[in-house]
Structure formats: structure tokens, C-alpha cells
């Protein structure tokens, strides 16, 4: 019977404590407001465009949104294909770096200067009768361009990854 006495009271305590505290202090929570619009782009858009002149080739161009940030730009080809897939690059800014192809000199988002030069991937060796199982994938990557003091771009830095730093709680 004691015991039950003190349980109760304990509970009818801890709520009237309870209940004498003030909302607010229940929880905390910062507040903020802005008024008006402002669209960001946090990262930029590219496009590959492929065409196929013939049944053993794939031209592709890879081309910056208009909106987007400059970018370097580099492509990589799979194929389920016993045969071995050639390139045969447009111009000199295209250079093979192990798998990839890389565009030597950025993207920028304004008209001309959107859009690389083409590259064909394509298979030669094959019989004609496989040519037309023939299937490429082409993937493409990019990378913000980053800018010395004088506002010339920097190399391409591939292996920069996205840090996220968050608060503990």
C-alpha cells in the first residue's frame, strides 16, 4: 500500500512538472524566412549526341546545356562485342587516357563553344553478318571547371569527389 502511494505521487508529480513547463521550451528550432525567387544550378547538364553513319560506326559529340557551369567532359565506350571498338577522333583535343576518352579544353555554355568536337567509335575486323548485332553504350562524365587567378582554367581534376560535411545530432 506504501509503495503504491509513493508510485502515485511520484507520477502526479512528474505531471504537474510536466505540464508547468512552457511549450516552447519542449523543443528548440531556429526559424528563418526570404522572400522572392532565385533558381541555382548546382551542377551542369550534358547531352550525348550520336549519330550512326553507317551500320560499324557511332559519332558522338557531348554538348553543354546552356544554363550549366563550364565543364571538361570525358566519354567511355562498353560493347558486348567479341570485337574491339576503334576511335577515330575529330581533332586533337581528344585524348585517350586508359579507358576514356578526354576533351582537352572545357565546355563553356555559350553558343560555339557548347559542344565538342565528334568522335567515331566503330568496329572494322568484324564480318558483316555480326555488324548488325553491333551495340555501343557511351557514357559520359563531367567536371566543373576551375579557374587560376588571371581567370585561365586549371586541368581537369577526375579525381575530385563531392564532399558533404554534416553537423552531429
Excluded at 138 to 162: C, R, Y
Amino acid at each position: 500500500m506504501k509503495k503504491t502511494k509513493t508510485i502515485g505521487l511520484t507520477a502526479l508529480l512528474a505531471l504537474v512538472l510536466t505540464a508547468s513547463v512552457p511549450a516552447a521550451i519542449a523543443y528548440f528550432t531556429t526559424y528563418a524566412s526570404a522572400s522572392g525567387t532565385v533558381e541555382i544550378t548546382l551542377q551542369a547538364e550534358t547531352e550525348i549526341v550520336e549519330e550512326l553513319p553507317d551500320s560499324r560506326s557511332k559519332r558522338v559529340q557531348v554538348q553543354l546545356s546552356m544554363d550549366s557551369r563550364p565543364v571538361y567532359v570525358r566519354v567511355r565506350v562498353f560493347s558486348g562485342s567479341q570485337y574491339a571498338i576503334d576511335a577515330r577522333p575529330g581533332s586533337n583535343h581528344w585524348n585517350q587516357v586508359g579507358e576514356y576518352w578526354e576533351y582537352a579544353i572545357p565546355l563553356y555554355p555559350e553558343e560555339g563553344q557548347n559542344m565538342t568536337d565528334p568522335i567515331v567509335f566503330g568496329i572494322e575486323d568484324a564480318p558483316s553478318d555480326v555488324v548488325q548485332d553491333f551495340n555501343v553504350i557511351v557514357v559520359s562524365e563531367s567536371v566543373p571547371v576551375e579557374f587560376d587567378e588571371e581567370g585561365q582554367p586549371l586541368p581537369a581534376d577526375w579525381n575530385k569527389t563531392i564532399e558533404i560535411e554534416r553537423g552531429e545530432g
